[in-house]
C-alpha cells in the first residue's frame, strides 16, 4: 500500500458540472475549485478559526447542516446559523443530541445535498458510530472536529485524542495547522471527498481554541464565487433503499446473514472504503501540494508532528538553532490516508525522530513507529494534554534531554 | 512497493482491493492493463482478443445501463447489444444488488455479493462489466478475482477499477462503439471468436422467455 502519487500539477482534473458558470440564488458564480485557489484573487483577512469556518461554508454550495452546540465548535456552528439566513445554506437546523446530528446529516446526504457538521470532543465520541456507518454508506460528508478533551472531569480544552478514534473509522482524517489551513481544507475536502472513486466522509480537524478561537491572517478568494455543488449522480453506490431497486440492502434476506457469501461481502465492503481512502491520494496530492510539508529533512533531529503540534515546533527549531543544534520538520496533513511513503522518505537519513502531540496516548508517534524501519529512532513526545498549552521551551528541553544535553532544570530557571 | 499485477484468480481467499497495493487509477484518456495504466487504444485491443478468445465471454450489465432513467442511456443499452452480437457474447444482468436468497438463478442473472456462483456455473472466462455502481463493482470483481479464473474488465462510466483485471474510464456510448470497432476488426484480420455457441435467454416481466440451448 500506499504507493507515491506524483505531483503532476497543481490542481486537479477540471469539474464538468453542468452548473459550471452559472450564479446560485446569491449571485455566486459556480467556479470550479482549481479557479477558486489557483487563478482567483486571494484578499488578506484578520479572523478567528470560527469565523474562517463561516468564511469556507459561504463559498461551499453546502445544501445541508446539522449543528449541536458544543464547545469550541458552537460559534462556528451559528455563524453558519447566520448564513442560512442570509441564504448562503439550503437547509439548516439543530439536532436533538450529536448521534442524532450525525444520522440526519446521513439522511440529507443520502437526499443528495452536500452536507456539513462540526463537533468536538464528547461530542465526537457520542457521534461515533455514525462514520463508520458514513463510511459504508459512501457519504461524503464533511465534519469539522474542533479537537477537545474527551475526559472525565470535564474539560472544553484542546486536545488531539479524540483523532485517534477517527483513524479506522472509513473516513478521510486531515488535520489543519492553522486557520489558512482550514479554511483550504475544508474547500479542498469536499473536492475530494466527493470524487466518484473516493467516495467517503472525511473529517477536517483542528486544535479547538489554538485556531477556532484565536484570530490569524488568512488569504480567502472572492465571495461571488463558489464551489460546484454536489452531483449525486456521481455516487458510486445508489442510496441505500430499503425497498426499491436497486440496492434493497437493508430489506431481509440482508446482507447480514450468516454464511460465507455474507462474509465475503462484508469483507470485500471494507476493502472498498480503504481503497477508497487510499485513492484520495492522487486527488490530494495536488490540490495539499503533497500529504506533507518538508523542511530541512537531511538533517539528522527531526520533528514530526500534525496540526499546532507544528507551529510549536518550528518555534522550538528556532530556539535549537540559536544554539546551534539543526533541526527539521516534517508537518503531516493528512491522518487518512496516512503519507507513509513520503514519511519513510523524508525520515530516511534521520536519527533521532521527535514527535510532539496534545494528547497523552501519542497516536500519532505510534503510526510513525509503525510504518518506520529502525522504529527506535522515534521518540515518542513530547506530549500534553487537557488544556495544557506545548511552550516551544518544553520541545526544546525534551529533545536536548534525549540526547544527552545539558537542561536547566526546572524551577531554577532565573 | 513492487507493481501488484491484477490477473485472473482464483487468487486467495480474501484478495487485497488493489488500491490498497499502491495501484493507481488512469487520468483521461488512459486506461489499466493488469494495474499497469497504459494509453486507452492499447486496451481497446487487449480487452478485443481477451473477448474474442474467450469461450464464455460475457456481459454484466447493471443497473445505470437496464434502467432507462435517461435517453442517453437507451442508446448506451442498445449500443451494448450491439457489441454482445458483434463478439459473440451472453448478456446476464446485475439488474439489482440485493443478495439473492434462497438461491440465485445463476442461468439469467449475477449479483455483486456473489458473483462466483454465476461465473462458476456458467464457466464464464471474460466477462465486462458495464453499467454498475463503482462500489458494486469493485465489491464483486474482488471476489470474482479471488475465487474464480474469470478475466474481468471494467468499462466504467467514472474514474475506473483497479480490481479489474482491465478497466477503461470515462466510457461512453463512443467508446462502447470503439470496443466493437476493435473487435470487428480483429475478426476481419482473421482472429476468430472461440465462443462456445448459445442462445442468449431473453427476460420479461414474469421472468425467462427464452432459455438458453
Known amino acids: 500500500m500506499n504507493k507515491q502519487v506524483e505531483l503532476k500539477n497543481k490542481g486537479i482534473v477540471a469539474s464538468k458540472h453542468v452548473k459550471l458558470g452559472q450564479k446560485n440564488q446569491k449571485g455566486q458564480t459556480y467556479t470550479d475549485i482549481n479557479d477558486i485557489f489557483y487563478k482567483a484573487e486571494q484578499t488578506p483577512n484578520f479572523l478567528t478559526g470560527s469565523e474562517v469556518i463561516r468564511a469556507a461554508i459561504k463559498v461551499a454550495s453546502v445544501g445541508t447542516s446539522v449543528a449541536y452546540p458544543i464547545t469550541p465548535q458552537s460559534e462556528a456552528a451559528a455563524l453558519i446559523g447566520e448564513l442560512y439566513a442570509e441564504g448562503y445554506v439550503d437547509e439548516y437546523f439543530r439536532g436533538e443530541s450529536e448521534f442524532a446530528v450525525m444520522g440526519q446529516c446521513a439522511g440529507a446526504a443520502f437526499g443528495g445535498h452536500r452536507v456539513f457538521t462540526t463537533t468536538a470532543g464528547p461530542g465526537t465520541l457520542r457521534a461515533m458510530e455514525n462514520f463508520p456507518m458514513w463510511a459504508g454508506s459512501r457519504l461524503p460528508i464533511q465534519v469539522c472536529v474542533t479537537c477537545r478533551g474527551i475526559n472525565s472531569p470535564l474539560s472544553i480544552q ?131 501540494d503533497g500529504l506533507i510539508d518538508e523542511e530541512n529533512t537531511d538533517r539528522e533531529i527531526l520533528i514530526v508532528g500534525s496540526g499546532t503540534a507544528v507551529s510549536q515546533s518550528r518555534e522550538a527549531i528556532r530556539l535549537l538553532e540559536e544554539e546551534g543544534i539543526k533541526v527539521g520538520l516534517i508537518k503531516i496533513k493528512t491522518i487518512r490516508p496516512f503519507p507513509t511513503e513520503e514519511i519513510r522518505r523524508a525520515t530516511k537519513n534521520a536519527k533521532h525522530i521527535f514527535v510532539p502531540e496534545f494528547n497523552l496516548a501519542g497516536w500519532l508517534a505510534r503510526e510513525i513507529k509503525a510504518i518506520l524501519p529502525d522504529n527506535e529512532r522515534v521518540y515518542v513526545g513530547p506530549h500534553v494534554a487537557g488544556g495544557m498549552t506545548m511552550p516551544s521551551e518544553v520541545i526544546v528541553e525534551e529533545i536536548k534531554k534525549h540526547l544527552g544535553m545539558e537542561v536547566a532544570t526546572r524551577g531554577t530557571l532565573g | 512497493m513492487s507493481h501488484y499485477e ?84 451472453r448478456i446476464i444482468p446485475m439488474a439489482d444488488y440485493r443478495p439473492k436468497y434462497p438461491k440465485i438463478q445463476q442461468e439469467v442473472e449475477i449479483n455483486p455479493n456473489h458473483p462466483n456462483l454465476t461465473i462458476w456455473h456458467n464457466k464464464i472466462d471474460v466477462c465486462i462489466f458495464i453499467g454498475v455502481h463503482c462500489h458494486m463493482a469493485n465489491l464483486s470483481l474482488k471476489i470474482i478475482r479471488g475465487g474464480t479464473d474469470c478475466y474481468t474488465i471494467a468499462m466504467c462510466a467514472m474514474a475506473g477499477h483497479e480490481d479489474a483485471c482491465l478497466s477503461f474510464r470515462d466510457a461512453d456510448l463512443t467508446m462502447i462503439n470503439k470496443l466493437k470497432a476493435t473487435i470487428k476488426k480483429l475478426k476481419s484480420e482473421g482472429v476468430e471468436s472461440q465462443a462456445i455457441p448459445f442462445t442468449q435467454f431473453v427476460m420479461g416481466r414474469s421472468g425467462t422467455i427464452v432459455a438458453p440451448a
Open chain 2, 6 to 89: 491484477v490477473k485472473a484468480g482464483p487468487e486467495a481467499f480474501l484478495p487485497p482491493a488493489a488500491a490498497s497495493m499502491g495501484n493507481v487509477l488512469p487520468d483521461p484518456g488512459e486506461a489499466h492493463i493488469g494495474g499497469k495504466v497504459v494509453p486507452e487504444d492499447e486496451a481497446y485491443e487487449k480487452a478485443a482478443r481477451m473477448v474474442l478468445g474467450a469461450k464464455v465471454p460475457t456481459i454484466f450489465p447493471g443497473p445505470l445501463v437496464l434502467w432507462k432513467w435517461n435517453d442517453h442511456v437507451a442508446e448506451k443499452a442498445k449500443a451494448i447489444r450491439e457489441l454482445a452480437l458483434e463478439a459473440p457474447m
Open chain 1, 158 to 288: 484542546p486536545d488531539t485524542l479524540e483523532m485517534h478514534y477517527l483513524l479506522e473509522t472509513g473516513m478521510l482524517v486531515w488535520h489543519a495547522e492553522t486557520a489558512q489551513d482550514l479554511f483550504d481544507f475544508i474547500l479542498k475536502g469536499f473536492i475530494v471527498a466527493e470524487q466518484p472513486d473516493v467516495h467517503v466522509p472525511i473529517a477536517v480537524c483542528c486544535d479547538g481554541f489554538f485556531v477556532t478561537h484565536t484570530k490569524d491572517t488568512v488569504d480567502l478568494p472572492p465571495d461571488d464565487i463558489c464551489l460546484t455543488p454536489y452531483d449525486p449522480y456521481r455516487n458510486p453506490q445508489p442510496v441505500m433503499d430499503m425497498e426499491s431497486a436497486p440496492i434493497r440492502m437493508m430489506r431481509d434476506p440482508f446482507v447480514m446473514k450468516s454464511n460465507y457469501i455474507s462474509y465475503a461481502t462484508h469483507a470485500s465492503w471494507q476493502q472498498e472504503i480503504k481503497a477508497a481512502v487510499e485513492r484520495s491520494r492522487k486527488h490530494t496530492i495536488p490540490l495539499l
